[in-house]
Structures are given as C-alpha cells and as structure tokens.
C-alpha cells in the first residue's frame, strides 16, 4: 500500500428535503451568490423555485446564469467570471449535474485569476485561489460533488480537457435522491456507467496489498449494479435511488483510491469522443471501458480473473484463469447493453473517421494510464478494439 494523505472537505447534506436547507449554508459564505444551472430540468421540476426560496430566507442576493449544456463549455464559463467579477459574487451555487458543477468550478476559480481560464486546461497557469462553490446534485453520475476536478470543452478545436485543485472541491452538497425521479432513464444508466468506471479506474492498480480497497471497490460495485435495474424499472424507489446516489458519491470522493494508483486511460480515451462527437460521458465510457480491459487483461490476469469472480460471480477456473478473466470483461458488456447503453462505436453512430485524430489528441501530452501506459499507437488499437 502507498503512503498517503486523504482529505475530502466537502459537507454532504443528504437525504428527502435536503435542498431547503442551502441558503443555511450558502449565507457562511456571503450574500452575493451566482445560481448556476442546467438547460431547464430544475425549472421544470420545481426545484429552481426551492432554492431560490431557500436563498431569499436567508436574504441572499442572487445572481443568475443559466444554460449550462452537457459536455459544459469555456464559452459559458467566461461569462460566468464576468458576472462573477463585476458583481463581487462570493459563492457559486451550482445546482444540477456534473456540468453544472464542472462550470461552477472553472468560473470559481476563473474569477481569481487575471487571464484566460483555459490556461488552467492546457497547464499554463495553476489554480492558486478559487471563489467557493457549493452544490445542489440532480444526478448521480460524475462524483463532482465532492471531487476538485472539472472537465470542459472548447469548441475552438473541440478539446474536451480536466484540471482539479483541491480549492475547487465544493464547501457543501446537498444530495435528495427524490430529485432524480426525474431522470430520463438514458441519463440515469449513463450516470449508473460512470459511477462504475470511476471505481473501475481505482481498481485497476498495479499496487500490491490493497485489499482493503479492493473490497470497498466491489461492494461499492455491487450495490450499483444490484439497484440498477430497479431505478430504471421503479424511477421513484426512493430506497434504490439512496443507493445508487450515494454509490455515485462514494465512488469518486477518493476514499476508494487510498493508498492505491487509479489508472485513468479509460476516461481520457472517452474525453476525446465526447468532445468530438459531444455523446455523454457515460456512453463514451461504455464503450471505452470494456475496449480497454480487452487490450490490457494480460498485464494482470489474476486482477482480472478476480473482478470476474468477486463482482460479476463469474466460477474461477484455476487452470484458466484467462478464461475467467474474459468472462468477466463479457458479463460487464452484457450489463451495459442491459441498461440500455452502447459497447460499441459503431452503436454511437461513430465511425472510424476520428478515430487517429482522437488518438493523437489523447496523448498528445504523453503516454494515457498508469495501469499499462499506453502511447498513440495503443489508443489507436483500443479505439479500433471498441468498433
Ligand atoms: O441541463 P438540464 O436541463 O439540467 O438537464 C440535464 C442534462 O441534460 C439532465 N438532468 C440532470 N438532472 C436531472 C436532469 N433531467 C431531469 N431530471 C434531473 N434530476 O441530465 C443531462 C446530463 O447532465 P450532466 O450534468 O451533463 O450529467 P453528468 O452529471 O453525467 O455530468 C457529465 C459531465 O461531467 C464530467 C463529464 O465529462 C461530463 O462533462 N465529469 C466530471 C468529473 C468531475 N468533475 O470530477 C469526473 C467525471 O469522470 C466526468 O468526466
Ligand atoms: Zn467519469
């Protein structure tokens, strides 16, 4: 096991009702706020006028910037430092997804910063100040409501890249399952993807004596995969949607890679895709994932063979322990169709066209993951693997 220093900050406020209570919150950290959302889903579910109410109780004043789309944009985000900076804004409450929040936290720390916010995408300046951010979830899926990380994309070039400091976890998030009732069932397995490919990403380590993790990993999978089919089928479980929301949580709050390190390739691979072709996150990740696992399986059979067994109750054959390991990546496969998402490129609607220019993109900093490093040529293979 690595050494390490854990420390997640974020107050997690959960349960029925948890959004009334925000202004509470919000007013520790000043009165001037920017309410920062989606395309309209919190409209339409009432919960805008919630939060507004919560905010107005505790007379804070609010400013607001709406519009945030899926696969968030740097366009967006500057406008938000403008507001933020003409108006002294002292919190940025996101309320919505994992874009929403990825917004709030580029214009957070855009806000403190006197150049372009891109320069912290590309690795030309640090992120060394950072207004605060708290959050209302809307849906379990990309775990920034207690990660420092946010991923956005330019359209000038179609770059779709991540930065994370710790000044940028959120102070506070407040998690209702009963919001994501609403979910479309689609955003709901696509949700239900990434959280399994955040711990896929911790678990495939090449760290010996991590078995505490390692279970903490698997029964975090588990409990995912055990509830999926019931918020897909019974959208207002409020019991499954607990799980599946604190799963969501739990899966990307870094408790599951301590003294461990993740691997990563996957999802970089799948930033290239949605920064091309602007898919969801979890889609792309389907698709990526089990691509990957084909192409590397060999580096760690045992791992792979004991993922198979432990998550997937796949029979370990000892004297083919390959076999066990590619039943496994194929039940994985069989799950995801089973949630409605696609395996392939191809079930995209993505061909091959991209796929050099999204290899080259990919790695154009240097070899992707830690698990097996992987060069252009490598991810050139996976993606032609996931076709
Ligand atoms: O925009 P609105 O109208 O709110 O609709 C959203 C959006 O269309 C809708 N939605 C959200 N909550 C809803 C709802 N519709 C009905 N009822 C509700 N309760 O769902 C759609 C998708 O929302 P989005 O925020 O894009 O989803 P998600 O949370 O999956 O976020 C994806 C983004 O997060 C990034 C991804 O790359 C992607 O850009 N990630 C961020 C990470 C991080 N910051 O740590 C890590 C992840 O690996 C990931 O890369
Ligand atoms: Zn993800």
Redesign the pocket.
């Known amino acids: 096991m690595q050494d390490f220093t854990f420390q997640n900050s974020t107050k997690l406020v959960f349960g029925k009702e948890a959004e009334n209570t925000v202004g509470k919150e919000t007013v520790k950290y000043g009165r001037k706020v920017l309410l920062h959302?989606?395309?309209?889903?919190?409209k339409?579910?009432g919960?805008y006028d919630r939060v507004v109410e919560s905010l107005r109780k505790e007379e804070v004043e609010v400013f607001e910037l709406g519009g945030?789309?899926?696969?968030?944009r740097v366009d967006l985000v500057r406008e938000g430092i403008s507001i933020c900076k003409e108006n002294e804004i002292e919190l940025i409450l996101a309320v919505?997804?994992?874009?929403?929040?990825?917004s709030a936290?580029a214009i957070a720390a855009g806000a403190k910063y006197d150049g372009d916010v891109w320069d912290f995408f590309t690795g030309k300046a640090e992120i060394n100040d950072c207004l605060p951010i708290g959050t209302v979830l809307?849906?379990?899926?990309?775990?920034?409501e207690t990660?420092?990380?946010?991923?956005?994309?330019n359209e000038d070039g179609w770059y779709?890249r991540?930065t994370?400091h710790d000044l940028m976890r959120p102070k506070f998030s407040h998690l209702n399952p009963v919001?994501?009732?609403?979910?479309?069932e689609y955003?709901t397995a696509?949700?239900i993807t990434?959280m399994i490919?955040?711990i896929l990403e911790r678990y495939f380590t090449n760290e010996k004596n991590v078995e505490l993790t390692d279970r903490l990993c698997e029964a975090t999978l588990k409990t995912i995969i055990n509830n999926a089919h019931t918020v897909l089928k019974e959208p207002t479980n409020y019991a499954a949607r607990a799980e599946i929301m604190l799963a969501g949580t739990i899966a990307?709050n870094d408790s599951l890679s301590t003294g461990r390190i993740g691997d990563w390739a996957s999802?970089d691979i799948?930033?290239e895709i949605?920064g091309i072709y602007d898919i969801?996150?979890?889609a792309g990740?389907a698709i990526v994932f089990p691509a990957w696992m084909k192409y590397v399986y060999k580096h760690d059979v045992n791992r792979f063979a004991q993922f198979a067994h432990r998550v997937w109750g796949v029979e370990i054959d000892l004297n083919n322990l390959e076999k066990t390991a590619l039943a496994g990546i194929q039940k994985m496969e069989e799950f995801f169709t089973s949630i409605g998402m696609p395996i392939t490129l191809n079930e995209a609607d993505i061909t091959e066209e991209h796929i050099d220019e999204m290899a080259q993109k990919g790695t154009e900093r240097g070899p992707l993951g830690n698990f097996v490093k992987l060069n252009e040529e490598d991810v050139r293979q996976i993606l032609q693997l996931a076709r």
């Open positions: 959302y989606g395309g309209g889903s919190i339409k579910s919960l945030v789309k899926p696969n968030p919505g997804g994992g874009s929403v929040i990825d936290k809307t849906i379990p899926a990309a775990g920034s990660s420092g990380a946010t991923v956005i994309t779709k991540a994370g919001l994501t009732y609403t979910l479309p955003q696509c949700g990434d490919a955040h990307h999802h799948e930033h949605s969801a996150h979890g990740l």
